[in-house]
Nanobody, 120 residues
Framework: QVQLVESGGGLVQAGGSLRLSCAAS????????MGWFRQAPGKEREFVSD????????YYADSVKGRFTISRDSAKNMMYLQMNSLKPEDTAVYYC?????????????WGQGTQVTVSS
């Protein structure tokens, strides 16, 4: 099993910044990629960004490209999401997720989520 714990959410005004953190522990040797997803009230969960366990090959949803930056600190088993130029539509619960090579995120490991609220 892999345990994931998010932190760093909060309330911020539009145009502001937040940095989310995700701490990974347990059987992390099985992880190939880690990512961020979000779910806004009344909407389905959506992909935000992900990155390889080694910290390369990041991918971003079009809605956050150029504003969000994903990164990894392998020594600390941490993943981060730097969110700049935040918009009210970024308001959601943000989840950290991890998967192995042969498993989709849906069947991987998930954190408990952290709330991000962007006021207009």
């Amino acid at each position: 099993q892999v345990q994931l714990v998010e932190s760093g959410g909060g309330l911020v005004q539009a145009g502001g910044s937040l940095r989310l953190s995700c701490a990974a522990s347990g059987r992390t040797f099985s992880v190939s990629r880690m990512g961020w997803f979000r779910q806004a009230p009344g909407k389905e969960r959506e992909f935000v960004s992900d990155i390889s366990w080694s910290g390369v090959n990041p991918y971003y949803a079009d809605s956050v490209k150029g504003r969000f930056t994903i990164s990894r600190d392998s020594a600390k088993n941490m993943m981060y999401l730097q969110m700049n130029s935040l918009k009210p539509e970024d308001t959601a619960v943000y989840y950290c997720a991890a998967r192995s090579v042969v498993v989709r995120y849906e069947n991987g490991f998930w954190g408990q989520g952290t709330q991000v609220t962007v006021s207009s």
